[in-house]
């Protein structure tokens, strides 16, 4: 039976690994659409950057907690 649990903690371990990677990867792309965004010379630059910034905050809202429920050996 430990074995079971060990297995279960190995596999939700490396399910939130991966989550982090994949969390850190839409940052990256949210990041970069920043970047390349340019002038907020229209409403619909001014709008998409405002979506951006939310995404952007949530995900590394989600983020942060994720690693400290890593730390935290959950």
Do not use: C, N, W
């Amino acid at each position: 039976m430990d074995t079971d649990l060990t297995t279960l903690d190995t596999e939700a371990r490396q399910h939130q690994r991966l989550r982090m990677a994949r969390l850190d990867a839409d940052i990256a792309y949210f990041e970069a659409r920043l970047e390349l965004l340019g002038a907020l010379d229209s409403p619909h630059r001014v709008a998409q950057r405002r979506a951006y910034d939310l995404l952007l905050k949530s995900l590394s809202i989600q983020a942060l907690q994720l690693k400290a429920k890593l730390a935290a050996g959950h």
